[in-house]
């Protein structure tokens, strides 16, 4: 900037010394005095070779040339503008891109014996896990750590999480076993079952194995390998990530806490 200030002062000296030289018909007195001041003015006004090395050279052409790098740099950071916004957009759809297809539409029914959809997931943070209520350590453990999650996000967040239990053993996991079966977790933990196909099916679209054979014996002793995953699901509904068993609920609050903050940065949406 300092460029733009030095040549302008040297201007208002040339149009004193201009406006001195154009007078006509003056007195003695005036001419005396006039031609002091003229000559101040020479000694402190910079000769032109002296002018071009320490003050820069304020022409037209140094003008249009000043104008026009002004408006090449407007344009270059509105493209640099444009290039950033157009970067985040791809970036957000890279995400979302790269985000595995996990879950799709489901109708199950809820330990309280109420029909229970993946309309139900909106509007809250969900934490979607698969097991069964014979399980002799894994799921205990796995809803112990769900309760162990949300309590702490509540008590920040307020009532925005819940979390589904989905049973893959559709033979033994009845209303009144899954009901009687939650009450020693966290309240928020909703029990949801089906017949052996609808079960299949979400365990596809979930892309959690079971092994469950279709025609087990509700009153069989047996136990059920599945996949270990508590799965992240957003307010719209959309996977967000999956925690397995060795991630501690710790680091799992804290996951979930940078999901929240991204989700409200991206939507500008709190739940
Ligand atoms: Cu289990």
């Known amino acids: 900037?300092?460029?733009?200030?030095?040549?302008?002062?040297?201007?208002s000296r040339l149009c004193t010394s201009k406006r001195?030289?154009?007078?006509?018909?003056?007195?003695?007195?005036?001419?005396?005095?006039?031609?002091?001041?003229y000559s101040e003015v020479r000694q402190n006004t910079p000769t032109s070779a002296q002018d071009k090395a320490?003050?820069?050279?304020?022409t037209p052409k140094a003008a249009v040339l000043f104008v026009a790098t002004g408006i090449g740099l407007y344009y270059y950071f509105h493209h640099e503008k444009q290039k950033l916004l157009e970067q985040k957009q791809n970036s957000l759809e890279s995400r979302s891109v790269g985000r595995a297809q996990v879950g799709g539409p489901f109708t199950l029914t809820s330990h309280d014996d109420k029909p229970f959809s993946d309309?139900?997931?909106?509007?809250?943070?969900n934490f979607v896990y698969f097991g069964f209520t014979n399980c002799p350590d894994i799921c205990p453990a796995e809803?112990?750590?769900?309760?162990?999650?949300?309590?702490?996000?509540?008590?920040?967040y307020g009532d925005i999480f819940q979390s589904v239990?989905?049973?893959v053993d559709p033979a033994r996991d009845t209303v009144s076993q899954m009901k009687r079966y939650l009450a020693d977790f966290h309240p928020r933990i909703i029990g949801v079952m089906g017949d052996y196909a609808t079960t299949k099916d979400i365990c596809k679209a979930y892309r959690v194995y079971f092994s469950t054979p279709p025609n087990a014996d509700p009153e069989?002793?047996?136990?059920?390998?599945?996949?270990?995953y508590v799965y992240l699901m957003d307010p719209n509904g959309q996977f967000v990530e999956a925690f397995g068993q060795s991630a501690p609920s710790e680091e799992v609050v804290e996951r979930v806490k940078k999901e929240?903050?991204?989700y409200e940065q991206e939507t500008g949406k709190k739940v």
């Open 1 to 11: 900037m300092s460029r733009v200030i030095l040549p302008s002062i040297r201007w």
């Open 119 to 125: 309309k139900d997931l909106l509007g809250k943070w």
């Open 165 to 167: 239990f989905i049973s």
């Open 20 to 37: 001195l030289h154009s007078v006509t018909s003056p007195s003695a007195s005036w001419v005396s005095t006039h031609r002091r001041l």
């Open 143 to 156: 809803l112990d750590k769900i309760g162990a999650v949300i309590t702490p996000l509540e008590k920040e």
């Open 54 to 58: 320490t003050v820069g050279v304020f």
């Open 220 to 228: 069989g002793d047996y136990l059920v390998d599945h996949s270990i």
């Open 260 to 262: 929240i903050t991204e």
